[in-house]
């Protein structure tokens, strides 16, 4: 079974319009970590949001919010406020355990945001 | 905010030979690094787990005499792929995590390489 799941291959939204980009996840750890990143077109992976398995919270980072969901096992973005430069794959990642620093992150397959004017 | 350099930011090889690709955390103590291979229009994949002054832990199916991992300070490691074929061909990404701010659960990734082997 899939660790990250990304149903949504590619969204088409119009400029300025909010978007939620869905990411459900599987994990029978009750520590873990759940991250959003943005990879444009020259590959570099940019940090948007975190959200750790214990915030009671929901995690927001300017134009950015994580809707979680535990109970559903639902992590996904939501953009307010779309801009052309939003056009981007999404990855949604999770890290597994504790935290202490020795796990990697697994990816969900992302999704491709292309902004409309 | 802490920066991941990655050198050389792509490389074309031939196939047989070894290809070097370092990564440095600039302005941080990076303890542990992670190494990422993505295929075009695909996800990326944890390929192993690099500990300074220890052995690099590999994930299932990566073969770590071909990926040979080398984490000899705290703000450098290197993936040597040994005897590249052009099914290495891919985008290679390093992460690190900052070993000294004592909380955070943020990895930091570098540019990336792009290696094509030819």
């Known amino acids: 079974a899939q660790k990250i799941t990304q149903t949504q291959p590619g969204m088409f939204v119009q400029e300025k319009e909010a978007v939620t980009l869905d990411c459900t996840y599987d994990?029978?750890?009750?520590?873990?970590?759940l991250f959003w990143y943005k990879q444009p077109s020259s590959g570099e992976m940019i940090f948007l949001i975190y959200?750790?398995?214990?915030d009671e919270q929901n995690a927001t980072e300017g134009r950015y919010s994580l809707n979680f969901q535990k109970a559903r096992k639902s992590a996904n973005l939501v953009i307010s406020a779309s801009q052309l430069g939003d056009s981007a794959m999404y990855f949604c990642?999770?890290?597994?355990?504790w935290g202490g620093g020795a796990d990697g992150l697994t990816f969900g397959k992302g999704t491709h945001l292309i902004i409309q004017p | 905010g802490a920066v991941v350099s990655q050198h050389p930011s792509w490389v074309i090889c031939k196939s047989g030979t070894s290809v070097k690709i370092e990564c440095r955390s600039l302005?941080?103590?990076?303890?542990?690094m992670f190494w990422y291979r993505q295929f075009p229009k695909q996800s990326l994949m944890l390929m192993a787990t690099?500990?300074?002054?220890?052995?690099?832990?590999?994930e299932q199916g990566v073969e770590k005499d071909k990926f040979l991992i080398n984490h000899a300070s705290l703000t450098l490691s290197t993936l040597t792929v040994t005897s590249a074929h052009p099914e290495d061909s891919s985008f290679y990404i390093c992460?690190?995590?900052?070993?000294?701010?004592?909380?955070?659960?943020?990895?930091?990734f570098g540019p990336g390489t792009r290696l094509t082997v030819t």
């Open positions: 959200q750790g398995s214990y």
């Open positions: 690099s500990n300074e002054g220890s052995k690099a832990t590999y």
């Open positions: 992460s690190a995590r900052d070993g000294t701010s004592g909380g955070g659960d943020e990895q930091y």
């Open positions: 302005d941080f103590q990076a303890t542990t």
């Open positions: 990642a999770m890290r597994e355990g």
């Open positions: 994990t029978s750890d009750q520590s873990y970590g």
